[in-house]
T-cell receptor
């Protein structure tokens, strides 16, 4: 158990709909990352938040948005859903950004994921 | 942004054989991380390498960072069925951006 929680575990919805995925980071972690993993694919970085602020964007579609709340939980909103949006969505958290003893960034702890199926 | 190529995509081995996956970048990396994802599971952090030429070991796993800090490898000695899964390398920047390799999926035949 990584300490990162994600809800719901599974989500089935229709094309054109909007869904919200929720992530609670490990206690004390300020940084939250969102990833998309399609079937047999690698992990595509979507977006990263640190202490409530957006810090980095990856290959996130305009139909997708995210935010991190004052209690540090994060939500990923997916709208106008298409069949191709069906995937596993992972959230990960890390302690902070910046240097760790001068050695680089911190490791990420992943949640169990939300499996989204768009029909 | 920074890209990382990971090979091979798949590796099938007999239990007891060795396994190696490689990550290569065209640019110099400040660090590289390795993760393992079991079938049906989520990625789990294994290790981070930072120094040029660094070698770290975790039991049967050996991780290396190239002298030029442009490549890295993960080697498993005498694979076991518990080693099955997909192994990813990852590059993370202080700015927050994260790039994962496409992963190498390892299957082990008992």
């Amino acid at each position: 158990d990584s300490g990162v929680t994600q809800t719901p575990k599974h989500l089935i919805t229709a094309t054109g709909q909007r869904v919200t995925l929720r992530c609670s980071p490990r206690s004390g972690d300020l940084s939250v990352y969102w990833y998309q993993q399609s079937l047999d694919q690698g992990l595509q970085f979507l977006i990263q938040y640190y202490n409530g602020e957006e810090r980095a964007k990856g290959n996130i579609l305009e139909r997708f948005s995210a935010q991190q709340f004052p209690d540090l939980h994060s939500e990923l909103n997916l709208s106008s859903l298409e069949l191709g949006d069906s995937a596993l969505y992972f959230c990960a958290s890390s302690v902070a950004l910046g240097q760790r003893g001068g050695s680089g960034v911190y490791e990420q702890y992943f949640g169990p994921g939300t499996r989204l199926t768009v029909t | 942004g920074q890209q990382v190529m990971q090979i091979p995509q798949y590796q099938h081995v007999q239990e007891g054989e060795d396994f190696t996956t490689y990550c290569n970048s065209s640019t110099t990396l400040s660090n590289i991380q390795w993760y393992k994802q079991r079938p049906g599971g989520h990625p789990v952090f294994l290790i981070q390498l930072v120094k040029s030429g660094e070698v770290k070991k975790q039991k049967r796993l050996t991780f290396q960072f190239g002298e030029a800090k442009k490549n890295s490898s993960l080697h498993i000695t005498a694979t076991q069925t518990t080693d099955v899964g997909t192994y990813f390398c990852a590059i993370n920047t202080n700015a927050g951006k994260s790039t994962f390799g496409d992963g190498t999926t390892l299957t082990v035949k008992p």
